[in-house]
Nanobody, 122 residues
Framework: QVQLVESGGGLAQPGGSLRLSCQAS????????ISWFRQAPGKERERVSC???????SYAGSVKGRFAISRDNAKNTADLNMINLKPEDTAVYYC????????????????WGRGTQVAVSS
């Protein structure tokens, strides 16, 4: 229903920063919750952050204080600002949406982007 494209990934040094963006190609996002998930090689996909349709946010404990999620409904975008990056943040990051409220599990989400690679290494 919603086409999503992630961008902004790349290589960063430990302690560096990256800003990821999730762009919806056509549909408006005002009634969707938007989450960022990540998946490292050999590991399960985990949710790192979510912003609900009403603007409430949540974060995984491992990224609290370092990552910040935001949305711009007029632009149909949601960003994930990442600072103080650590090697363990290395993963493919995915944008996903579902109706209204944030779900904890990947299975709760209806639409996914293709992902953007984040690598943190010195």
């Amino acid at each position: 229903q919603v086409q999503l494209v992630e961008s902004g990934g790349g290589l960063a040094q430990p302690g560096g920063s990256l800003r990821l963006s999730c762009q919806a190609s056509r549909d408006t996002l005002d009634h969707y919750a938007i989450s960022w998930f990540r998946q490292a090689p050999g590991k399960e996909r985990e949710r790192v952050s979510c912003i609900s349709a009403s603007g409430g946010t949540s974060y995984a404990g491992s990224v609290k204080g370092r990552f910040a999620i935001s949305r711009d409904n007029a632009k149909n975008t949601a960003d994930l600002n990442m600072i103080n990056l650590k090697p363990e943040d290395t993963a493919v990051y995915y944008c996903a949406v579902r109706a209204f409220t944030c779900g904890d599990m990947a299975a709760h989400y209806d639409n996914w982007g293709r992902g953007t690679q984040v690598a943190v290494s010195s």
